[in-house]
Structure formats: structure tokens, C-alpha cells
């Protein structure tokens, strides 16, 4: 199976900073890689899809960018609603892992 | 709306089955894949495992091959995700989740929780 590493697990921020989470596949998976925000209790919700590609009715703050191994997913001016966990998924195998989360503390 | 309903919150024993189903409403039935995404307490995402509504083979997570079945009933417009042989270390939330016409999933269901406990 392809494995899927984020960074950092944890990360505190202020409302209004620009942040950046990483994901990193264990094999080139082209550009096969999704972002999802989850928030305690609920469902995950898509934000961005082949890598780069925004959800409807994402905000455009949410951005993400990357190819093959290195994914980045930007969120450019943080906001109260943003603080939450965040998981990348790739979709490149025949099976789909998820990245272990980033939680996104105030 | 496009939606997945899923059914309610279980309580089995170490050993014993459970069957989650998850109904979809709002869109095509057959058009699209459906995914099965667990959660265990405090832990992250854990795909399970991804069928064809329309038919075929589903595809498992090669931790799940033998010990979890998905199916659906397109007359009902539901998939299904069985679990045997329960442990401990299965309880978790289980959710359904569509997948979009990108290898995304773009919508889930609410999620059942199913505690597996002596």
C-alpha cells in the first residue's frame, strides 16, 4: 500500500496567519492526492481534489498545490471556522489511503 | 439534495457481525462509486474499501480482505458494509462516502457508531 505522511501532526496558529500543511507520498502518485477538513463530531469535508482543484463552495483561501511525492495544502488568512483536523487522501492505487491528520489548534 | 442516510448505532460482542447500510438519495444510484471510511476514538481516517453500486468485485483495504463484505441493492438505492468476526479494536464511527467524478469523496453520510464490547 502506498503510505501517506503529513506534517506537522499538530500545529498552533493565530486567525489571520498564512498556513501550510504537507503531505508526502511513499510513491509518485501524479497528481492524485485530495484534502479534507474534518471537525470534532462530524463528517470530513472535501476541500481540494487532484491536488489542486477547489470543492464548490470551498472558500478560495483553501489552496493546495504538488505532483508526484510532495503535496502542499495553504490556507492564506486563517479564520476562526478553519481551526479543525486535516487529512490527505490519495487516490492513485487501487486502494485509498488517508494521511494520519494534521489538528490545526488556535 | 444529494444525500447519505446511514442507519443507527450498534452494540455487538467480540466475535459477533454487523451490518451497516447507508441510503442514497438525491443523485443517480449507479452513476457513482461508494467508499467506506472508519474512525476509531481520538484516531484518524481509515479507508476500508470502495464498490461499484452497479456491481462487480468491491475493492477492500487489504487490513479488511476477508473479514469485511460491501454490497448494495440498487432497488433501494443503499449500499451495505458488513463486518465479522468484531474485536475491541473495531469500534469506531463507520461512514459512507460517495465518491465524485474525480476520485474524490465529495459526500458522507453521518456516520454510525458501532462500540464492540463484552
Known amino acids: 500500500d502506498i503510505q501517506m505522511t503529513q506534517s506537522p501532526s499538530s500545529l498552533s496558529a493565530s486567525v489571520g496567519d498564512r498556513v501550510t500543511i504537507t503531505c508526502r507520498a511513499s510513491q509518485s502518485i501524479s497528481r492524485y492526492l485530495n484534502w479534507y477538513q474534518q471537525k470534532p463530531g462530524k463528517a470530513p469535508n472535501l476541500l481540494i481534489y487532484a491536488a489542486s482543484s477547489l470543492q464548490s463552495g470551498v472558500p478560495s483561501r483553501f489552496s493546495g498545490s504538488g505532483s508526484g511525492t510532495d503535496f502542499i495544502l495553504t490556507i492564506s488568512s486563517l479564520q476562526p471556522e478553519d481551526f479543525a483536523t486535516y487529512y490527505c487522501q490519495q487516490t492513485d492505487s487501487p486502494t485509498f489511503t488517508f494521511g494520519q491528520g494534521t489538528e490545526l489548534e488556535i | ?118
Open chain 2, 1 to 118: 439534495q444529494v444525500q447519505l442516510v446511514q442507519s443507527g448505532a450498534e452494540v455487538k460482542k467480540p466475535g459477533a457481525s454487523v451490518k451497516v447500510s447507508c441510503k442514497a438519495s438525491g443523485y443517480t444510484f449507479t452513476n457513482n462509486f461508494m467508499h467506506w471510511v472508519r474512525q476509531a476514538p481520538g484516531q484518524g481516517l481509515e479507508w476500508m474499501g470502495i464498490l461499484n453500486p452497479s456491481g462487480g468485485t468491491p475493492t477492500y483495504a487489504q487490513k479488511f480482505e476477508g473479514r469485511v463484505t460491501m454490497n448494495s441493492d440498487t432497488s433501494k438505492s443503499t449500499v451495505y458494509m458488513e463486518v465479522s468476526s468484531l474485536r475491541s479494536e473495531d469500534t469506531a464511527v463507520y461512514y459512507c462516502a460517495k465518491d465524485s467524478d474525480h476520485n474524490a469523496l465529495d459526500i458522507w453520510g453521518q456516520g454510525t457508531k458501532v462500540t464492540v464490547s463484552a
